[in-house]
């Protein structure tokens, strides 16, 4: 079983649509929760992070970290064409430890 | 966040050569390290490279295979040493978010097809 698991997609959405990305993870360590986003030939960005429990929400984004469950999600409210491209989620421990990444999600969103 | 520069972006490189990939930040960082995002496949952490020290590596990769410099707290370069096609990939420059847990900024990425 690998540490973190993410569907890798892809995910097709028409424009405006509420987007829903998950991971779940068999570490009961991870403390840090972060979400990736990655355009087709390019360098992933941070797109949100959180520590530990809770939601954070940043625009049209909120992330969801639910540590009883092991499962993050990412939500994205009025999904857009320029939002097309693979999220992935990444988490790790506390004091400084890597993180570990999923396989990311595909996200189509079509006009 | 920091600015992350990679060199080259893109190239086609010859089976048995060896190729230098160079990343440049535009403010001091302590924590430089170097990722590999094989096609369809997530990121692997190569190493973790330490200025004024030798690289950490990870399970997997091997000094011999993957030098690593870090001559100041700017900048860094990886090696691919003896390539085949299996080396086909992207490898990232990344830096550690500093005040942000554990967050760390990628570089663009370079891409590299082993002919």
Redesign the interface.
């Known amino acids: 079983q690998k540490e973190v698991e993410q569907d890798p997609g892809p995910l097709s959405v028409p424009e405006g649509a509420i987007v829903s990305l998950n991971c779940t993870y068999s570490n009961s360590a991870f403390q840090?929760f972060?979400w990736?986003r990655q355009y087709s030939?390019?360098?992933?960005?941070?797109l949100m992070?959180t520590?530990s429990s809770g939601n954070k929400e940043d625009g049209r984004f909120t992330a969801q970290v639910d540590k009883s469950s092991k499962y993050i999600s990412l939500f994205i409210r009025d999904s857009q064409p320029s939002d097309s491209a693979t999220y992935?989620c990444a988490m790790?421990g506390t004091g400084?430890?890597?993180?570990v990444?999923?396989?990311?999600t595909r996200l189509l969103v079509s006009p | 966040?920091a600015v992350?520069s990679q060199k080259p972006s893109r190239d086609i490189c010859q089976r048995g050569t060896s190729l230098t990939i160079q990343c440049q930040v535009d403010s001091q960082v302590t924590?430089m390290?170097w990722y590999r995002q094989q096609p369809g496949?997530?990121?692997t952490?190569i190493a973790?490279a330490n200025q004024g020290s030798e690289a950490t590596y990870?399970s997997g990769f091997v000094i011999d295979k993957f030098p690593i410099s870090r001559p100041n707290l700017t900048f860094s370069t990886l090696t691919v040493s003896n390539m085949s096609p299996e080396d086909s990939s992207i490898y990232?420059c990344s830096v550690?978010?500093q005040n942000?847990?554990?967050?760390?900024?990628?570089?663009?990425?370079s891409?590299l097809t082993v002919v």
């Open positions: 840090y972060m990736y030939r390019k360098g992933p960005e941070l992070y520590y992935l790790s400084f430890q890597k993180l990444f999923g396989t990311g | 966040s992350i924590m390290f496949q997530s990121l952490l973790t990870e990232l550690d978010g942000s847990g554990n967050t760390i900024y990628f570089g663009e990425g891409w």
